[in-house]
């Protein structure tokens, strides 16, 4: 089985930095695409970023400039860099590791005090 466990979530003020890692259970494949979605309450999940193994980095508008996403495409680890967080941020954080379909983490709750 696939499992994706995200870490690095919390709460922190806004201005400041926050870094989330995600980590993949032992698998014979190397996913072809691994990102970021987040979900704020009452809203529909959305992109924060994706990066394809073989492709341009993808991030939301919002979030440019802000974020850096980077993997490890050997242990199927992902990464994202969040600085200078806004309250707009706050939202669940889900991993996401893409190969013939989509697998998620549970998530991880970050909250950005104003």
């Known amino acids: 089985q696939v499992h994706l466990v995200e870490s690095g979530g919390g709460l922190v003020q806004a201005g400041g930095s926050l870094r989330l890692s995600c980590a993949t259970s032992?698998?014979?494949?190397?996913?072809?695409?691994m990102g970021w979605y987040r979900q704020a309450p009452g809203k529909q999940r959305e992109l924060v970023a994706l990066?394809?193994?073989?492709?341009?980095?993808s991030y939301a508008d919002s979030v440019k400039g802000r974020f850096t996403i980077s993997r490890d495409l050997n242990e199927n680890r992902v990464y994202l860099q969040m600085n200078s967080l806004k309250p707009e941020d706050t939202a669940v954080y889900y991993c996401?590791?893409?190969?013939?379909?989509?697998?998620w983490g549970q998530g991880t709750q970050v909250t950005v005090s104003s």
């Open positions: 996401l590791g893409r190969f013939a379909e989509d697998y």
């Open positions: 990066q394809p193994t073989n492709n341009r980095t």
């Open positions: 032992t698998i014979p494949f190397r996913f072809i695409a």
